[in-house]
């Protein structure tokens, strides 16, 4: 009996989870799919395989949304941490996107760098505190 018990002990500490490998996993901020229409949805697919490279990205969250219009097509629209920084159109009929996607990924990177130096220096504080 005293071994069963034994057992276990030795299992359990053997797969608890090491509290340095825990410090090690960090989890990327979010690119949510908000979108509708199959155009939206490649413009998401195409631009989350682009966000997957972008590194330091804890703490940013990104929404691609959409809105139909029924004869004009769609709108798209990304969103950083809740401001809009991207805005695209697409026809009702298919259109290329990729050219979408690298531009609105060029906007997401400058807009993350301007994020990250607006947190590096206070002498840049936009309410001047």
Do not use: C
Not at 14 to 39: F, H, K, Q, W
Not at 102 to 117: F, G, M, P, S, V
């Amino acid at each position: 009996m005293l071994r069963h018990y034994l057992i276990i002990l030795l299992l359990l500490i053997a797969y608890t989870p090491n509290s340095r490998a825990a410090e090690e996993v960090e989890i990327g901020g979010l690119l949510l799919n908000n979108t509708i229409s199959n155009s939206g949805y490649q413009f998401y697919y195409h631009l989350n395989q682009y966000w997957l490279d972008i590194p330091n990205t804890k703490g940013i969250n990104v929404i691609i949304s959409e809105k139909i219009s029924p004869k004009a097509g769609t709108r798209v629209s990304m969103y950083l941490n809740h401001r809009v920084i991207y805005v695209t159109y697409m026809g009702r009929r298919k259109s290329p996107i990729k050219r979408k996607v690298e531009t609105a990924i060029y906007k997401l990177i400058d807009e993350i760098a301007k994020l990250e130096q607006q947190h590096g220096s206070i002498d840049l504080a936009e309410n001047g505190w």
